[in-house]
Every structure is written in C-alpha cells, then in structure tokens.
C-alpha cells in the first residue's frame, strides 16, 4: 500500500492481492517482481512469500478508511483476474470499490479470458477504471474482451510496449497509456512506436499518456516525446 504512489498515471496504490505468475511477453522483466523479492529481504509482512500468489484479507478495507478522495491504482504487484484467485475474491474487492464511492479506482489485467468470464457477475461501479495491458501487436485481442466488459469506464496500458502495434480500433476506449520498459534487463522502444499510437489517439479523439521512454535510466531517459510531454487525462472524472 502507498499513498503517495511514484507511478505517473495515479495516486495511491491498494495492494490486497500480492504476487503473479508469468503469462506473455511483456512480463519477462516484471517490475512487481522485482519489487516483491526486494520488500521480502525488507522484512514487509506481506511479502514473506515473495511472488507467491498471497491474498492480504486484512488490506481488503483499507480504501474505506481512506477519506480524502484519490485515484487509487488496484493491486498494482499482482493482477485482480488471475486464474488462482477464487471467484468470491474477485467480487468482494469489487463491493469495496463500490462502497467506497468516492475514489477512483483503476485496474489493469493481461488476463482478459478470466474478465471475459466473470464480467457478468460484477457490479461495475462507475468509480472503476477497468483497462487491460497489451505489449504488442500479438496481444490486441485483450482490447475486443475489454470492449465487451460492463466497465463505464476503460484505458490501455500499452506498456512495457515492446513491439509496434500498427492500427488499433479505440472506439469505446476513454484513455491511452504508453511507456517503455525499465530495469536493468529492459528492452528497446522505438520512437516510431509511440509516434504511431499518439497519432492514433489524436485521429480517435482519445485523451494520451506517454509514462517514459525507461531503459536502465529511465530518470535520465525523460518523458518527452517529439520536445512534448504528454499527459493528456480524461477530462471526466469516473465518480
């Protein structure tokens, strides 16, 4: 949990779900990963199992006692639809966010079969930002489940972007998310990559983020893009 979050796009992080497993190519390097190993020789309780997949039920509350309104980016070392995590789970932190209306609470999956299968059940309140990741131009069709879903509201992270994604359809789609990989084993991102997806948002009328270029300085390495930082936000609020 952090209330000052150091990631761009967000505010605080909510973490009551720790630890993933590895299922495309854009999490080869993970960040949470190496997060998670890192907290765990820190002695962080909720780490003790490292990676693990850990359910922390006594973090399921905390937003509810967070009263200053903030956007809160949900479990932020892990992912809310993965496979291991019972059904039950998944809907529990849900009514959280529902009750705790007066946050914005964003959620990002690679696992867009198990939001495709559960998507009827959820209540979507309309304080979630439901956005899938896609890494390249092989993993587009998380963005068609994500379309179908019953989120009001919905984004792409398009990062680590580790390869061109060529033409996408972002009809239905409030916001788009673009960074490089960062870390010391991090991969190349072209600036013809960004280039192409910015001028996609402008043609589609789509509000557009770039988070950094990364690489092993990504401090030194900046946001800008073309001599322009881009933080382009919805200009609604979820709530």
Same mark, same amino acid.
């Given at each position: 949990?952090?209330?000052?979050?150091?990631?761009?796009?967000?505010?605080?992080?909510?973490?009551?779900?720790?630890?993933?497993?590895?299922?495309?190519?854009?999490?080869?390097?993970?960040?949470?990963? %190496?997060?998670?190993?890192?907290?765990?020789?820190?002695?962080?309780?909720?780490?003790?199992?490292?990676?693990?997949?850990?359910?922390?039920? &006594?973090?399921?509350?905390?937003?509810?006692?967070?009263?200053?309104?903030?956007?809160?980016?949900?479990?932020?070392?892990? =992912?809310?639809?993965?496979?291991?995590?019972?059904?039950?789970?998944?809907?529990?932190?849900?009514?959280?966010?529902?009750?705790?209306?007066?946050?914005?609470?964003?959620?990002?999956?690679?696992?867009?079969? %198990?939001?495709?299968?559960?998507?009827?059940?959820?209540?979507?309140? =309309?304080?979630?930002?439901?956005?899938?990741?896609?890494?390249?131009?092989?993993?587009?069709?998380?963005?068609?489940?994500?379309?179908?879903?019953?989120?009001?509201?919905?984004?792409?992270?398009?990062?680590?972007?580790?390869?061109?994604?060529?033409?996408?359809?972002?009809?239905?789609? =409030?916001?788009?998310?673009?960074?490089?990989?960062?870390?010391?084993?991090?991969?190349?991102?072209?600036?013809?990559?960004?280039?192409?997806?910015?001028?996609?948002?402008?043609?589609?009328?789509?509000?557009?983020?770039?988070?950094?270029?990364?690489?092993?300085?990504?401090?030194?390495?900046?946001?800008?893009?073309?001599?322009?930082?881009? &933080?382009?936000?919805?200009?609604?609020?979820?709530?």
């Amino acid at each position: 949990m952090s209330t000052n979050s150091s990631i761009e796009w967000t505010e605080a992080t909510w973490n009551p779900i720790t630890g993933c497993t590895k299922i495309s190519s854009g999490c080869l390097n993970c960040y949470a990963e %190496r997060m998670a190993y890192r907290l765990k020789a820190m002695g962080q309780e909720n780490y003790k199992d490292g990676f693990n997949l850990s359910v922390h039920e &006594d973090m399921f509350d905390l937003p509810l006692k967070w009263k200053k309104p903030r956007t809160i980016f949900v479990n932020s070392m892990s =992912d809310l639809f993965h496979e291991k995590l019972k059904e039950s789970i998944i809907l529990e932190l849900f009514k959280v966010m529902r009750e705790a209306s007066w946050h914005d609470f964003q959620i990002l999956t690679k696992r867009a079969e %198990r939001l495709d299968e559960i998507n009827e059940k959820i209540q979507w309140p =309309d304080n979630v930002w439901m956005g899938v990741t896609i890494e390249n131009g092989d993993y587009l069709h998380r963005l068609e489940s994500l379309k179908k879903s019953g989120a009001r509201n919905k984004f792409l992270s398009l990062e680590p972007l580790i390869g061109p994604i060529k033409n996408i359809d972002l009809d239905g789609i =409030d916001w788009v998310i673009v960074g490089g990989e960062s870390g010391p084993f991090s991969r190349p991102i072209k600036p013809e990559w960004v280039s192409r997806i910015r001028d996609l948002c402008i043609a589609q009328n789509v509000p557009f983020f770039f988070k950094q270029w990364g690489g092993k300085n990504k401090k030194k390495n900046g946001r800008l893009l073309e001599g322009k930082i881009w &933080d382009q936000r919805p200009l609604v609020a979820a709530g």
